[in-house]
């Protein structure tokens, strides 16, 4: 690992500040992917700017949204009494990423920085429609997830919480890798008065994305039977040493068919 300076400002405006002064400067907020890159000296930074004492902890409802702040651990998320009410999947979801010690320290807004294409909270975000407050505005779901951990989000821009609308039900449902528990494909269904959104990770080469074949099934009927004969076109799925795109393909279906089951059980 580089040296580096270590800052814990004291206010989010503090941190954006800090960041802006240099690109060799970046924030962390859990740390489970830039820690690991850092001891291997992948990446160097100058400042390292910890956001610990930002204020970005709280749990909130405003109007029909449920605002998450981006410090919230995955723990704190799982079991947040007001988040199991308002949104049960959220909080399940969040439940079972990684292991008690990756629950314990990442954060929900270091999850959605980073985007790492096999995360759990991307698809339940898009799938919501959720709202990304950051230090320099709002942004929708549909136009932060870019590319394979890339965002929207500018260089000297930070997440300070997000917004989720409360959906009639909604289930998640993740086949994980054994050893990183991270999802071989994961798949967000949820139910609205309106419209049905269906969103899958792990399976994209471009990461994050809303599956219409499914949608349009559910909406004409809102079961797992609905998607008995639904096939799903192996292009632009990943292939990697854990799976084939045929085998996600295949596992999208399956995984949605039993979140739709789940939810159904709410």
Do not use: W
């Amino acid at each position: 690992m580089y040296s580096f300076n270590y800052l814990k400002p004291l206010s989010i405006e503090d941190a954006a500040s800090l960041l802006s002064e240099s690109g060799e400067h970046k924030v962390i907020s859990g740390g489970m992917t830039l820690i690991p890159t850092l001891k291997q000296r992948l990446t160097r930074v100058e400042k390292l700017i910890g956001l610990e004492k930002c204020r970005l902890n709280g749990i909130k409802l405003e109007g029909e949204f449920l605002k998450i702040g981006a410090m919230l651990t995955h723990s704190e998320v799982s079991e947040s009494d007001v988040v199991k009410v308002e949104n049960p999947a959220v909080a399940e979801l969040a439940s079972h990423i990684g292991d008690r010690q990756v629950r314990n320290r990442g954060t929900i807004g270091g999850s959605l920085a980073n985007n790492d294409p096999s995360a759990c909270y991307p698809a339940a975000i898009l799938a919501l429609g959720g709202i990304i407050h950051t230090t320099k505005g709002n942004i929708k779901a549909e136009k932060f997830f870019v590319d394979l951990f890339e965002t929207a989000l500018e260089e000297d821009e930070i997440i300070t919480a997000i917004s989720l609308p409360k959906p009639d039900v909604a289930a998640y449902e993740k086949f994980p890798n054994p050893a990183s528990r991270y999802a071989m494909v994961g798949v967000f269904v949820a139910k609205f008065n309106s419209e049905v959104r269906v969103a899958v990770t792990g399976a994209g080469e471009e990461g994050v994305f809303r599956c219409s074949e499914i949608e349009t099934a559910l909406m004409d009927e809102f079961s797992s039977d609905a998607l008995s004969d639904i096939t799903i076109s192996a292009d632009g799925l990943m292939s990697d040493i854990h799976a084939e795109a045929d085998y996600r393909a295949h596992l999208i279906v399956e995984m949605a068919k039993r979140a739709v089951k789940k939810s159904a059980s709410r």
